[in-house]
């Protein structure tokens, strides 16, 4: 079965600056998709940034990036010019490619606090 | 972009009643919703993946007769938590994928606070 781990519970930042979350996973396919979902307090879901497993290029979304290292399974996000909107809990999230209807496998999250 | 709605936003029922929660697709039709439990500062914990027209896939340990799932269309699926307990006060989030093709992303909806009190 697949997993996905988050190691920090907890990351803070400045605003303006720039952090980086973790995320390992693990399977044994080879084609999956890999996603960085934010929950703000509203608790509404919302994509930031994915990425398919068989791009070597990393994707990015305006301030968002990601660093994917599929052989070490490491999918880390880095926001840049961070704001005060980008508090929120993140949740790094694996769905394999084998149809349409592949179920997410979340972490456990990392929850963001941006300080003014 | 797709949008998914969850109908009711919160809800407080009486221990021993029956709750149901609606999840549609406003604008594509969905071929697999999803439906997840999340508690306080907890990731989301999958429950059941419902397709149309077919008998839900509930995860390991979830009550099948306790969360009846219904995906009666390709725009509406229901959960319906029997005879609820306090305990079963939680935050209950839904999402859809689309149907055709391989659409990698899954939309959510707004989420459902269930109180029961």
């Known amino acids: 079965a697949q997993t996905v781990t988050q190691s920090q519970p907890e990351m803070s930042v400045q605003e303006a600056e720039t952090v980086t979350l973790s995320c390992t996973y693990d399977?044994?396919?080879?084609?999956?998709?890999l996603f960085w979902y934010k929950q703000p307090p509203s608790r509404q879901m919302i994509l930031v940034i994915r990425?398919?497993?068989?791009?070597?290029q990393n994707a990015t979304e305006n301030r968002f990036s990601v660093n994917f290292q599929k052989a070490a399974k490491s999918f880390s996000l880095k926001i840049s010019d961070s704001q005060l909107g980008d508090a929120a809990m993140y949740f790094c999230a694996y769905r394999g490619a084998q149809g349409g209807s592949e179920k997410l496998v979340f972490g456990k999250g990392t929850k963001l606090t941006v300080n003014p | 972009g797709a949008v998914v709605s969850q109908h009711p936003s919160w809800v407080i029922c009486k221990s021993g009643t029956s709750v149901k929660i609606e999840c549609r697709s406003l604008d594509f039709q969905a071929t697999t919703m999803f439906w997840y439990r999340q508690f306080p500062k907890q990731s989301l914990m999958l429950m059941a993946t419902s397709n149309e027209g077919s008998k839900a896939t509930y995860e390991q340990g979830v009550e099948k007769d306790k969360f009846l799932i219904n995906h009666a269309s390709l725009t509406l699926s229901t959960l319906t938590v029997t005879s609820a307990h306090p305990e079963d006060s939680s935050f209950y989030i839904c999402?859809?994928?689309?149907?055709?093709?391989?659409?990698?992303?899954?939309?959510f909806g707004q989420g459902t606070r269930l109180t029961v009190v």
């Open positions: 399977t044994s396919e080879s084609d999956y998709y």
């Open positions: 999402s859809a994928t689309r149907q055709g093709g391989q659409n990698t992303e899954a939309f």
């Open positions: 990425q398919e497993a068989y791009k070597q």
